[in-house]
T-cell receptor, first 113, second 109 residues
Framework: IAGITQAPTSQILAAGRRMTLRCTQD?????MYWYRQDLGLGLRLIHY???????GKGEVPDGYSVSRANTDDFPLTLASAVPSQTSVYFC????????????FGEGSRLTVL | GQNIDQPTEMTATEGAIVQINCTYQ??????LFWYQQHAGEAPTFLSY??LDGLEEKGRFSSFLSRSKGYSYLLLKELQMKDSASYLC??????????WGAGTKLIIKP
């Protein structure tokens, strides 16, 4: 089934640990995004990539890094996790054509203690 | 700054009609989106407006007035499965989406 796969779906992490959230899409979309979703707030863009080999910073990039080595994969890394990074993380992609609606993965719930 | 406002929560009755409003102030405008998000799930695309007027898609319709910075999502013949959060998002001049906090819609029998 075509779509976006995120892993892990849930993780509890000690503060100071390094963590990578994985995201893979098989729709051959050029653009990919990482958002975090917190109660009472809208989705906030962390990093994005308009095409393989390029990345850009979103609204809340501090403490996170991404890479886009190929079209399908867009991992998000927390170099040294802090409790304020406790959130639900969504990866999304779009083909950038027409409406360019986003297709979301199922989310990764991360708890940093 | 950029801002998207929508009510935090609304309650409606099964079979009725509900209108969820969204007002926005953004740097530029390149379209407005509505997404549905069931609890614990990912957002899914509902509608897209870039020109003024009403877009109808089955039981759901979305309206846009660019001059007023206003949109609404109209849900008809409400079903229990429509209980979800509805997210309004505007694509700004940089083609990035600015999201509202979402409206939690509760449907009662």
């Amino acid at each position: 089934i075509a779509g976006i796969t995120q892993a892990p779906t849930s993780q509890i992490l000690a503060a100071g640990r390094r963590m990578t959230l994985r995201c893979t899409q098989d729709m051959r979309h050029n653009a990919m995004y990482w958002y975090r979703q917190d109660l009472g707030l809208g989705l906030r863009l962390i990093h994005y990539s308009n095409t393989a080999g390029t990345t850009g910073k979103g609204e809340v990039p501090d403490g996170y890094s991404v890479s886009r080595a190929n079209t399908d994969d867009f991992p998000l890394t927390l170099a040294s996790a802090v409790p304020s990074q406790t959130s639900v993380y969504f990866c999304a992609s779009s083909d950038g054509q027409g409406a360019g609606e986003l297709f979301f993965g199922e989310g990764s719930r991360l708890t940093v203690l | 700054g950029q801002n998207i406002d929508q009510p935090t929560e609304m309650t409606a009755t099964e079979g009725a009609i509900v209108q969820i409003n969204c007002t926005y102030q953004t740097s530029g405008f390149n379209g407005l989106f509505w997404y549905q998000q069931h609890a614990g799930e990912a957002p899914t695309f509902l509608s897209y407006n870039v020109l003024d007027g009403l877009e109808e898609k089955g039981r759901f319709s979305s309206f846009l007035s660019r001059s007023k910075g206003y949109s609404y999502l109209l849900l008809k013949e409400l079903q229990m499965k429509d209980s979800a959060s509805y997210l309004c998002a505007v694509r700004d001049s940089n083609y990035q989406l600015i999201w509202g906090a979402g409206t939690k819609l509760i449907i009662k029998p």
